[in-house]
């Protein structure tokens, strides 16, 4: 699969939603939306930021907490690597087209919080409950 294949507008469109439920304050519809959200991400592809065949993980609180970058698209990967290279965050990155459980281990972390979904744009954070 090439990079240009990988396309997820449903995603952004759920996202969106949650975005719009919370502005609503529908708990109701962003439990239903984070249903479809998890559904969804067990049989699409992602693009996976990685470093030395790892994914690349980026601090996220103080005690040793992480978040791991996914991006929805080829061009959500370019602004990624560009918001990655302003904050001196590029050397050595790659990335590998693979579905969200690749890295099933990452769960058993009790410091990963989750995938953040184009991190250029800090969109959502698809956290543990989601996997």
Known sequence: MKIEDIKNPELK????MIYMHGENQNQKAIDATEEEIKEYIKDNYFIISIEDGKPVKI???NDGEYIVPIFTDEQEYINGMQYFSLNVMDENKDYIIEKRDCFKKLKEDPNFLGYIVNIARVSYIINLTLL
Not at 13 to 16: R, S
Request: glycine share 14%; proline share 14%; aromatic share 14%.
């Open 13 to 16: 469109n759920h996202i969106n």
């Open 59 to 61: 601090p996220y609180g």
